[in-house]
């Protein structure tokens, strides 16, 4: 008994993480119907953006040395979180501009400056150890040179390509995508494993006998459904989140009713952004996982079947489908001859639910027309 | 003569020219080279066997990763666990002469393509319920739990993975010939389904399902057969793997290897097999030619395949296909392959 109720605080805390990254999944596949795969990289950088605030960008105090610090540690926690949200939402709107956008509506001469940009970073990196003034120059005058270089290739390309959605294309788009992330993290970030140093109170509250809360577990739990609440609010009723489900209904009658389709779905990849940096800055500060480029992969792909599970593109349903894996992985990982089949719970229970419900647990099955 | 002399001849007179050849590349190419064009073999023959899944039949599939193991795993099984029960019974499956070898390396093939394709059949089975998206999380999925399972057998060496699997490609140039002799096969499958009526079903369901159900055609067999054809032959390509690089952890099978063999289909252009053959040995050999870039090598590979995605969105070859055909005649008239 002490056991499942151990196991169950543990789960639903796990879900409310799998759950923030799932919401993005959701939104994204909502208005796009798009995988984005990139997302769970976009987690990974909010867990290192956290990892950069805690560590060298704020004072925080070490508890360890100073025990009379939390007040001001938890206050610099709400500017670290807001730093990782902001920087997440960006890089997800900076995705959708220059990845997605041309998918559907071709490349264009941006286009060609961003990648150029992109292209000099190794330039950048190559001379890194020069200073920053000589990094800078470097950097500014190559992608600026290597943007008027790929314009006309793109010109050229742009008159030759029939654009058609595909749905495979745009999936290793967003693969790539997801591989530009990883291995420029590896680049950037370096590949040792990072640790956040305890900056909060690591004591627990007994619940009852034998079963612990941890004061990490609740904050984790109480941010991730402050954000949710707040998330929903932004869609039941505002007019972006009206124009985000207009959108997701019927993307050509939105356009014809006026909604600027384009900045929406830059609106809708910011929000995912910045849930995602929560939850990867909430992970990192908060349960002393081993933060590496490649840490966002699993939990990323987990998120995706939560949001399957729920029913993909249905906000509620990534919720709840959510919570139900983490559930799932923590009753198998805390047991006692299953934990090493942790990674695989998660699909089993996808291909039982989508088998019953292929639409999802909260999705509607709309049949085929003919 | 009958046809079908003709047939075997031809079959046997390039098996031949293709052994030769191989032979010849190991005696002339340097032993660097030729592991990154096995490597290059072996990618291809994946490649190719789901594109039959993804690109003819239509459906999406992204876990080939899971039957590579399931193959590369029941090969190195025969071979380290049951071959040395089996030499006991009859002294013709001893290795170490030539014909031994490429007779252990044909039964280990077998095994592991029956495996695999027994596999593949039960992941086609969802594939009947589950579409698009769903079906790509399921089968992503599959390969995940297969990769978790074989991590969890002791007999297999678990985490740890099999070492010191016996090569029966040991002379090198033995290499190269099982894995395109495999290519080759994959291919010749590939190219002549499409040119039957059973192969414009598959194509009818790649094109549109319920038009194709109307029109008679049993999509429930061709989906199946499908998976299990495609599957057999990845099983194929885990057992050269297994033989030829003599160690397996489950950790080579995980999703990026499957995600890296759905981009090479898409990036080839879905449903050319040529595309696919194409594909894999660029993303496999332009690693390896970048690699004088260092640490950055992997951020340029990443950033030109996106680049590319963008501009070809059809992949690079579309659904054209390479071949005698379009190679020797201007226009190509009305191929069952070409849409």
Redesign the interface.
């Known amino acids: 008994m002490e056991w499942f109720v151990q196991q169950l605080i543990y789960g639903v805390q796990l879900g409310s993480l799998y759950a923030l990254i799932a919401l993005g999944y959701t939104m994204v596949?909502g208005v796009l119907?798009l995988?984005n795969f990139a997302h769970g990289d976009v987690y990974m950088v909010g867990a290192f953006v956290g990892f950069y605030a805690c560590t060298a960008w704020l004072p925080f105090k070490d508890l360890n040395a100073h025990p009379d610090a939390v007040t001001t540690n938890i206050a610099l926690a709400i500017i670290a979180m807001a730093i990782a949200m902001a920087v997440c939402a960006a890089l997800g709107m900076v995705i959708e501009r220059f990845?997605y956008r041309?998918?559907r509506n071709g490349?264009n001469r941006q286009?060609a400056r961003f990648?150029g940009f992109?292209?000099a970073?190794?330039l950048a990196?190559?001379v890194s150890d020069q200073g920053a003034p000589v990094v800078l120059a470097v950097y500014a005058v190559s992608g600026i040179a290597l943007g008027h270089v790929l314009c006309p290739v793109?010109a050229w390309?742009r008159r030759r390509?029939?654009?058609?959605p595909?749905?495979?294309?745009a999936?290793?788009?967003a693969?790539?995508?997801s591989?530009?992330l990883?291995?420029?993290g590896?680049?950037v970030f370096g590949a040792d494993p990072r640790f956040i140093p305890t900056i909060f109170p690591e004591s627990s509250i007994a619940l009852a006998d034998g079963i612990h809360v941890g004061i990490g577990q609740l904050a984790i739990l109480g941010v991730s459904i402050a954000l949710m609440l707040g998330l929903r609010h932004i869609v039941l009723h505002t007019r972006r989140g009206r124009a985000m489900r207009a959108i997701s209904h019927d993307i050509e009658a939105a356009k014809m009713m006026g909604i600027d389709t384009d900045r929406v779905i830059a609106f809708t990849f910011a929000l995912g952004g910045a849930l995602a940096g929560a939850g990867g800055f909430l992970v990192a500060a908060l349960t002393h996982v081993k933060i590496t480029p490649m840490f966002g992969?699993?939990p990323g792909?987990k998120a995706?079947?939560a949001a399957?599970l729920g029913g993909?593109g249905n906000i509620p349903g990534a919720a709840l489908g959510g919570v139900l894996m983490g559930v799932a992985e923590a009753f198998v990982s805390g047991s006692q001859h299953l934990s090493?089949?942790r990674?695989?719970i998660?699909?089993?229970v996808?291909?039982v639910i989508?088998?019953v419900r292929?639409a999802g647990l909260l999705g509607q099955h709309v049949p085929?027309k003919? | 003569m009958p046809w079908f002399a003709v047939r075997v001849a031809s079959i046997a007179g390039a098996v031949a020219a293709l052994y030769l050849l191989s032979g010849l590349l190991t005696a002339t190419i340097e032993a660097y080279v030729l592991q990154v064009l096995v490597q290059c073999g072996i990618y291809a023959i994946l490649a190719v066997s789901l594109n039959l899944i993804?690109g003819i039949t239509g459906q999406?599939s992204?876990g080939h990763a899971g039957f590579f193991a399931v193959g590369a795993y029941v090969g190195a099984a025969w071979t380290m666990l049951w071959q040395p029960h089996a030499v006991r019974v009859t002294s013709a499956l001893a290795m170490g002469t030539p014909a031994g070898d490429a007779l252990n390396l044909l039964i280990a093939c077998a095994l592991g393509m029956a495996a695999a394709s027994l596999a593949g059949a039960a992941v086609g089975l969802?594939s009947l319920?589950?579409r698009?998206?769903?079906l790509?999380?399921?089968t992503?999925?599959?390969g995940?739990?297969i990769r978790?399972?074989l991590?969890?057998i002791d007999a297999v060496g678990g985490a740890r993975g099999l070492s010191g699997i016996p090569t029966l490609a040991s002379t090198g140039d033995l290499a190269v010939f099982w894995v395109f002799l495999f290519l080759v096969l994959v291919i010749a499958v590939s190219r002549n389904l499409m040119n039957t009526t059973r192969g414009l079903t598959w194509l009818a369901v790649r094109e549109d399902e319920?038009?194709a159900d109307?029109m008679g055609v049993n999509t429930t067999r061709v989906k199946v057969t499908a998976f299990v054809l495609g599957s057999a032959f990845a099983g194929a390509a885990g057992v050269l793997y297994a033989h030829i690089m003599t160690g397996i952890s489950p950790d080579v099978f995980g999703?990026?290897t499957s995600?890296i063999i759905?981009?090479m289909v898409?990036?080839g252009g879905?449903g050319s097999v040529t595309g696919a053959t194409l594909a894999a040995f660029l993303l496999v050999a332009l690693p390896e030619m970048l690699r004088f870039?260092k640490?950055?090598r992997?951020?340029?590979?990443?950033?030109l395949?996106?680049?590319l995605?963008?501009?070809?969105?059809?992949?690079i070859l579309g659904t054209r296909e390479l071949g005698y055909a379009t190679l020797f005649r201007r226009r190509q008239t009305g191929s069952p392959g070409t849409r």
């Open positions: 596949y119907r995988i990845a041309p998918l490349l286009d990648w992109v292209g970073i190794p990196v190559a793109v390309l390509t029939v654009l058609s595909s749905r495979l294309n999936l290793i788009t693969i790539g995508v591989l530009v990883q291995n420029g590896l680049l992969l699993l792909i995706f079947v399957v993909a090493t089949y990674d695989a998660a699909f089993c996808l291909v989508l088998l292929p085929e003919v | 993804n999406f992204i969802p319920r589950l698009g998206d769903h790509a999380i399921v992503l999925g599959f995940e739990v978790v399972l991590l969890n319920v038009a109307a999703i990026d995600i759905t981009t898409v990036l879905t870039m640490d950055y992997l951020v340029i590979f990443s950033t395949l996106v680049l995605m963008l501009t070809r969105p059809h992949g």
